[in-house]
């Protein structure tokens, strides 16, 4: 499923369902971004990528976000930034923050940057 344009090229975001380690994890990626096991079973870019646009569906579960959803990915292609919804421990209260898109890690949190509800 085709979500929207890459940030840094031209390239179609494409969603793909993945299994890593057991877990059922979407995988938004430009399709110029593709990744391919090499002969030391190291997941990398394949030698035709010319682009890192990818983000992963879990990469904010360290903030107890679950996962991260198609239309959240659409506005963050056509807007630059998102507001996700992140968690504390357990118990604690939920807070927001902005998100945009990080060329290392695929999406970056703006931690100083307060969120008017
Ligand atoms: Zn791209």
Known sequence: MII?????????????KINV???N??????????KEYDL?????????????FRIYSNALKRWNKRSIGHYEIKS???????KVRLHGRKGTRE????????????ISILWDEEVSL
């Open 25 to 34: 994890v979407i995988v938004y990626a430009c399709e110029h971004a593709r």
């Open 95 to 106: 807070y927001f923050k902005y998100a945009i898109t990080d060329e290392e890690y695929g």
């Open 40 to 52: 030391t079973e190291s997941y990398v870019f394949s030698a035709e990528s010319t682009c890192r």
């Open 76 to 82: 963050l292609l056509e807007e630059g930034q998102i």
């Open 4 to 16: 929207g344009k890459c940030p840094y090229c031209d390239g179609n975001v494409i969603s793909q």
């Open 21 to 23: 380690q057991g877990q």
